[in-house]
């Protein structure tokens, strides 16, 4: 029986493959957090920015509306490859970041949106994705930086410029953004660490189990084929016993002789009656000599088992005659009271021989 095949050993492919499967529903549920969410930041930040700036807003509100249109069309198209998807919302997320620094400087949300980038970007594609991330957004707050210091953001108002137009205002936020994303990038990163360890140690234990499981399998098929082999053994060792209990051995034309040897009790007779008829029948015997000189002692049940079988025989045509009852068994069997008159008895089997010659 061949032995089955064990699984191959879990490698980081396997932990990678989790990690694709958890980075692919996670993103799905972001997509559709963002459908909703952005959807109630578009209307709410669309009559805000229109109650403050009126027509200027139009154009904030249009950049809103696209990159919402964005967002639903990425959380809509499935069929995408996930890194394509993930580098899809990556851009729309970073774009709105940087015009949200840009048009707003400090008083925005553009650097805490781009932190958010800098997380999804290690989520999605590991620590390069995360730093490239973050260098992006420094190199982007520097440009800003550069723009506003210089005087040149003439698209936001003189009083929004004004607070946010010296060297030491952007030194100190940058700083702080470094601390912030730091902060954000150490934890994500052990955490992605942490659980692709996990899943390779998922990997290996399923593995295990699975290979476990196969090993059962396999020994108890082989424990059955080895007890269906003892089964038949020991049937075939039950038959090979009853017949050398019983040999029967062809000592004359149509005649057998079975001798009995040992003590006869119910089983036994039994199986001696059961022998005697199938061979009987299948050689069709006329006569059987039952031999019992190695019987060394007779009582009502071995005596009752001997009549049974002569009768039996009889019933399919054969004769029986019993032989070798010692003068210690004779005086047992008429002690007890058990009338063998109706049996044919000789003295040996050779007495049985010259009977059946003459």
């Known amino acids: 029986m061949s032995n089955p095949q064990p699984p191959s050993i879990p490698t980081s492919e396997h932990a990678s493959t989790v990690i694709a499967q958890w ?3 996670t993103l799905n549920n972001l997509l559709w957090v963002l459908v909703v969410l ?30 919402y249109v964005l967002v639903i069309s990425a959380a809509s198209l499935r069929q995408l490859r996930l890194t394509i998807r993930a580098i899809f919302v990556l851009t729309i997320l970073g774009a709105l970041a940087t015009f949200l ?14 932190i958010g980038v800098i997380v999804l970007a290690l989520v999605y594609f590991g620590s390069r994705g995360g730093i490239s991330a973050l260098a992006i957004s420094l190199v982007t707050i520097i440009i800003t930086a550069a723009i506003y210091i210089s ?54 234990e ?14 108890a098929a082989q424990l059955e084929q080895q007890t269906a082999q003892l089964q038949a053994t020991e049937q075939m060792l039950r038959n090979l016993v009853q017949s050398l209990e019983t040999p029967t051995v062809e000592i004359g034309r149509d005649i ?22 199938d061979v009987v029948s299948e050689r069709r015997v006329r006569m059987v000599v039952i031999d019992v000189a190695g019987v060394p002692a007779f009582d009502t049940m071995a005596a009752q088992s001997l009549i049974q079988t002569v009768q039996a025989l009889r019933l399919i045509g054969c004769e029986a005659v019993i032989t070798g009852i010692s003068p210690t068994t004779a005086q047992t069997i008429t002690a007890l009271g058990i009338d063998m008159n109706t049996i044919a008895t000789a003295r040996s089997p050779q007495e049985v021989l010259v009977r059946t010659a003459v």
């Open 101 to 114: 620094l840009i048009f707003y400087g400090l008083v925005g949300s553009g650097r805490l949106l781009w």
């Open 151 to 204: 005087g040149n953001a003439t698209f936001v108002t003189a009083e929004t410029l004004a607070v946010q137009d010296s060297i030491s205002d952007w030194t100190g936020a940058i700083g702080i953004y470094l601390a912030s994303a730091s902060l954000a990038f150490a934890p994500f990163l052990y955490l992605l660490r942490r659980m692709e360890g996990l899943a390779l140690q998922a990997t290996a």
């Open 256 to 277: 057998l002789l079975a001798p009995v040897v040992g003590q006869i009790d119910s089983q036994r007779a039994e199986l001696l009656l059961k022998r005697l008829l």
């Open 206 to 219: 399923a593995a295990r189990a699975r290979m476990h499981a196969q090993q059962v399998e396999a020994s």
């Open 23 to 25: 980075r692919l529903q």
């Open 38 to 67: 952005g959807g109630l930041a578009l209307v709410v930040g669309s009559w805000s920015d229109y109650n403050a700036m009126g027509e200027r807003a139009l154009p904030y509100i249009a950049i809103y509306a696209i990159a």
